[in-house]
């Protein structure tokens, strides 16, 4: 009876000991598919940040690329188009200059004079001055003590100041050195106007 019951109790142990090292074999070959399943994933997006910030400097380096190049090509055009002002302005002056000397010759002989009714609806018609003011304001016929020799000089410069009053007659030569100065004004308006324009439009079309 003794000898059966300590077969049993072995039998029982070696069981025990054979369950307990089945599953001992069983957790770590489980443990080890595990972590090497986790350690693959931990690679996997290891490897998918290391894309993302390569494609990220990519694009960023890209876009500054891209914005330095228009940076430097509004440049250029802005640069292009500052020239062709100062072109502009110089032809203008040589233009002044011009027309300056020839007013002389142009009103030699003339006697008429406008009287200040001529001057006040003239300084009107080129919005000089508000209707039936009497205020010739900015731009209109320049007031000169000797108005023709002062129009009509070579040298005569455009007049800088608001302009006659219409309480005196002016002369031919005022009117011809009064509209040099306003149409080359006029003119460097448009100039400009035409280089924002320029500018703007073929900033838009890039």
């Known amino acids: 009876m003794s000898l059966l019951l300590n077969k049993w109790v ?96 142009a009103t030699a002989g003339l006697d008429c004079v406008f009287g200040p009714e001529f001057v006040r609806l003239y300084n009107e018609a080129i919005g000089a001055a508000a209707p039936g003011s009497g205020d010739t304001g900015d731009g209109a016929v320049p007031q000169a003590a000797d108005p023709a020799p002062v129009a009509g000089a070579p040298d005569a410069a455009p007049a800088a100041h608001p302009g006659l009053r219409p309480r005196r007659a002016v002369t031919p030569a005022d009117i011809l050195a009064h509209i040099r100065d306003y149409g080359t004004r006029a003119q460097a308006m448009e100039a400009q106007l035409n280089a924002l324009i320029d500018l703007a439009t073929d900033g838009g079309n890039r």
């Open 10 to 105: 072995l039998g029982a142990v070696a069981g025990m000991l054979a369950c307990v090292l089945t599953f001992g074999a069983g957790y770590r070959i489980g443990y080890g598919r595990a972590d090497a399943a986790r350690l693959a994933e931990v690679a996997t997006l290891k490897a998918q940040a290391e894309t993302w910030k390569a494609e990220q400097a990519k694009a960023w380096a890209e876009a500054e690329r891209k914005a330095r190049q228009e940076l430097e090509a509004t440049q250029s055009r802005a640069n292009a188009l500052a020239a062709r002002l100062d072109r502009s302005k110089r032809q203008s002056a040589a233009k002044i200059r011009s027309i300056t000397r020839r007013i002389p010759h």
